[in-house]
């Protein structure tokens, strides 16, 4: 069965750092990219951060870009995401979710579909930044 | 960045009851629309990729269709379980993007 369990959201302050981890079971970690997404309490889905399934290559999003990085370790199942320069609207639930974006092998080019899709969905950890 | 809106915003219906849930998108996304369900105080769940396969363990009163900017998921016959937001998500041009939610509330 595959799980996703993310840790580390916590009240902080604007300006603040703050590390979240999320650790995989059930699948092969290795193979697929994993990504962060978000939701501010009552609202909809946001999409933050992809990484590749060796962890060499990232894309943000704007709303985070120069102030989040996401990084991996495949030896440990685990994705994770260093938020820096925290701002109150950076205030959510923090979801780690497998990326199934397709891998095209070495030499190889993705012509069209070439983002991924979510499943499954950590439980999401609460990130709150306020004075 | 591409749009998608959903319609209605709330959909009042009773079980046993169709449901129609729709996602335009602003410009054209091939097949490449993904819906999922997210119960309250749970994280979403996908439920349908690339417009009409659907998910592990989804049952086949779902289905999605549409093409293009045009996307409909339908549900056949209403479960109780089955009342929820509903956000589609388009994975054709970064930055990924999903639409404002569609919530299907029991009548």
């Known amino acids: 069965q595959m799980q996703l369990v993310e840790s580390g959201g916590t009240l902080v302050k604007p300006g603040g750092s703050l590390r979240l981890s999320c650790t995989a079971s059930g699948f092969i970690f290795s193979d697929y990219y994993m990504s962060w997404l978000r939701q501010a309490p009552g609202k909809g889905l946001e999409w933050i951060s992809s990484i590749n399934h060796r962890g060499t290559t990232f894309d943000y999003a704007d709303s985070v870009k120069g102030r989040f990085s996401i990084s991996r370790d495949n030896g440990k199942n685990s994705l994770y995401l260093q938020m820096n320069s925290l701002r109150d609207d950076d205030t959510a639930f923090y979801y780690c979710?497998?990326?199934?974006?397709?891998?095209?092998?070495?030499?190889?080019?993705?012509?069209?579909?070439?983002?991924?899709?979510?499943?499954?969905w950590g439980p999401g950890t609460l990130v709150t930044v306020s004075s | 960045d591409i749009v998608l809106t959903q319609s209605p915003a709330t959909l009042s219906l009773s079980p046993g009851e169709r449901a129609t849930l729709s996602c335009r998108a602003s410009?054209?996304?091939?097949?490449?629309l993904v819906w999922y369900r997210q119960k309250p105080g749970q994280a979403p769940r996908l439920v349908i990729f690339?417009?009409?396969r659907r998910a592990t363990g989804i049952p086949d009163r779902f289905s999605g269709s549409g093409s293009g900017t045009d996307f409909t998921l339908t549900i056949s016959s209403l479960e109780p379980e089955d009342f929820a937001v509903y956000y589609c998500?388009?994975?054709?041009?970064?930055?990924?993007?999903f639409g404002q939610g569609t919530r299907l509330e029991i009548k």
């Open positions: 690339d417009t009409s």
């Open positions: 998500q388009q994975r054709t041009n970064r930055p990924i993007t």
């Open positions: 410009q054209t996304i091939d097949n490449y």
């Open positions: 979710v497998r990326d199934l974006t397709p891998i095209v092998g070495a030499g190889g080019h993705c012509y069209s579909g070439c983002l991924g899709w979510f499943d499954p």
